[in-house]
């Protein structure tokens, strides 16, 4: 008997697409219909306390992204703003060479993992390290899916006019800025395109009040690409719901550091969030949850 295919990754994106427009088009979620064979319907399903589940037989890979990406999909419609980061690194947690050279700590598959992200989420948000080093597109063209609106947090404007990010219009762009700077900032890019965000009592900006400001443009999903430096400020003020932590099995010695926390003093104040791990091409990517398990304390029996 000839086995039957089941259905793939390529019929499993576009009903993720189809969710995630549906969030930001304010709609209620419901069941998402996909392929029929016989009289099985492959499709995208609701159900009330269990959120977006998978509806038929689906292959182990569409079953496995469909399994990342939930928490994603089930984003509410109404409700703050969700905050998803992301780092590559190497196995001895460099994000880079001491040089700055980052192309690419990850495998292709990560890569396309990216720009999934960004096509889920309503802003992908990188520093002015990377903008200004690395001069990232920030677009979806590795998968089909709309482009993010793309956010520069640039406190002190050092990254150039000239960048593709504020030139190519692939997608519109916002400048997140010191207040103090807002002036100078919307004279060079526009006052429409610049927001100006107030400092918090550490002098670091308030990435809080930065999330509400973009939630009020309807950005309430946000995707924190990088740098290592961007992402563990976001950690440093709890404002990550998750973080997906991708490792290479590459060794760069003495590189530039990934995370970058205030040390605990014991493993018993360590941050210990809620797990899972995902294959990623030859890479292993852990998806992190730090709204759950932010420290796990070990008792006597556990050491």
């Given at each position: 008997m000839k086995s039957i295919a089941l259905p793939d990754i390529d019929t499993l994106w576009p009903l993720c697409l189809g969710v995630a427009q549906r969030r930001r088009d304010g709609v209620a979620p419901r069941p998402l219909a996909g392929t029929r064979a016989g009289a099985v319907v492959h499709a995208i399903d609701w159900q009330d306390g269990a959120g977006h589940v998978l509806?038929?037989?689906?292959?182990?890979?569409?079953?496995?992204?469909?399994?990342?990406?939930?928490?994603?999909?089930?984003?509410?419609?109404?409700?703050?703003?969700?905050?998803?980061?992301?780092?590559?690194?190497?196995?001895?947690?460099?994000?880079?060479?001491?040089?700055?050279?980052?192309s690419f700590v990850n495998g292709?598959?990560?890569?396309?993992?990216?720009?999934?992200l960004r096509a889920l989420c309503d802003a992908v948000l990188v520093g002015a390290g990377t903008a200004a080093i690395d001069n990232p597109r920030l677009t979806t063209r590795r998968v089909a899916g709309p482009n993010p609106v793309r956010v520069v947090i640039d406190p002190t404007l050092r990254v150039p006019a000239i960048a593709h990010v504020f030139t190519d219009e692939a997608a519109?762009?916002?400048?997140?800025?010191?207040?103090?700077?807002?002036?100078?900032?919307?004279?060079?890019?526009?006052?429409?395109?610049?927001?100006?965000?107030?400092?918090?009592?550490?002098?670091a900006l308030d990435?809080?009040?930065?999330?509400?400001?973009?939630?009020?443009?309807?950005?309430?999903?946000?995707?924190?690409?990088?740098?290592?430096?961007?992402?563990?400020?976001?950690?440093?003020?709890?404002?990550l719901d998750r973080l997906h932590l991708s490792i290479a099995p590459v060794v760069i010695g003495g590189g530039r550091a990934g995370l970058q926390l205030a040390p605990?003093?014991?493993?018993?104040?360590?941050?210990?969030?809620?797990?899972?791990?995902?294959?990623?091409?030859?890479?292993?990517?852990?998806?992190?949850?730090?709204?759950?398990?932010?420290?796990?304390?070990?008792?006597?029996?556990?050491?």
């Amino acid at each position: 008997m000839k086995s039957i295919a089941l259905p793939d990754i390529d019929t499993l994106w576009p009903l993720c697409l189809g969710v995630a427009q549906r969030r930001r088009d304010g709609v209620a979620p419901r069941p998402l219909a996909g392929t029929r064979a016989g009289a099985v319907v492959h499709a995208i399903d609701w159900q009330d306390g269990a959120g977006h589940v998978l509806r038929g037989d689906w292959s182990a890979p569409a079953a496995q992204l469909f399994a990342l990406f939930k928490p994603l999909l089930d984003v509410p419609v109404r409700g703050g703003a969700q905050c998803i980061g992301q780092l590559g690194q190497s196995l001895d947690g460099c994000v880079a060479t001491a040089s700055g050279d980052s192309s690419f700590v990850n495998g292709p598959d990560v890569l396309v993992h990216l720009h999934r992200l960004r096509a889920l989420c309503d802003a992908v948000l990188v520093g002015a390290g990377t903008a200004a080093i690395d001069n990232p597109r920030l677009t979806t063209r590795r998968v089909a899916g709309p482009n993010p609106v793309r956010v520069v947090i640039d406190p002190t404007l050092r990254v150039p006019a000239i960048a593709h990010v504020f030139t190519d219009e692939a997608a519109p762009t916002l400048l997140v800025c010191d207040a103090a700077r807002h002036s100078q900032a919307a004279a060079r890019f526009g006052a429409a395109r610049v927001l100006g965000v107030p400092r918090d009592s550490a002098g670091a900006l308030d990435l809080g009040v930065m999330k509400q400001m973009l939630a009020l443009r309807g950005l309430k999903v946000l995707f924190v690409e990088g740098g290592g430096v961007t992402v563990s400020r976001f950690m440093a003020q709890r404002q990550l719901d998750r973080l997906h932590l991708s490792i290479a099995p590459v060794v760069i010695g003495g590189g530039r550091a990934g995370l970058q926390l205030a040390p605990s003093e014991s493993m018993r104040q360590a941050l210990r969030p809620s797990a899972r791990l995902f294959a990623m091409g030859d890479d292993a990517l852990w998806d992190l949850d730090l709204r759950q398990g932010q420290q796990v304390a070990m008792t006597d029996d556990q050491a």
